[in-house]
């Protein structure tokens, strides 16, 4: 993992996880909102996902 997801760090009640099969170019962030795949700006970018997000299912942050 390059970095810790902000998610992960902001304790989003969320956040599931990373799959990382050893190579960091492949590895993926994902929550209940992104079941697919977090978006950069949210998982290592400095959107606080608040506000809805398109594709987010209509879930956002919430803490733990």
Do not use: W
């Not at 978006?39 to 733990?64: C, R, T």
């Amino acid at each position: 993992m390059i970095s810790e997801p902000n998610c992960h760090k902001r304790q989003c009640k969320h956040f599931i996880g990373v799959t990382n099969d050893g190579d960091e170019t492949t590895e993926m962030v994902y929550c209940t909102a992104f079941p697919d795949g977090i978006p950069d700006v949210i998982a290592y970018g400095d959107n606080p996902h608040l506000i809805l997000f398109e594709g987010d299912h209509g879930i956002q942050f919430e803490k733990e």
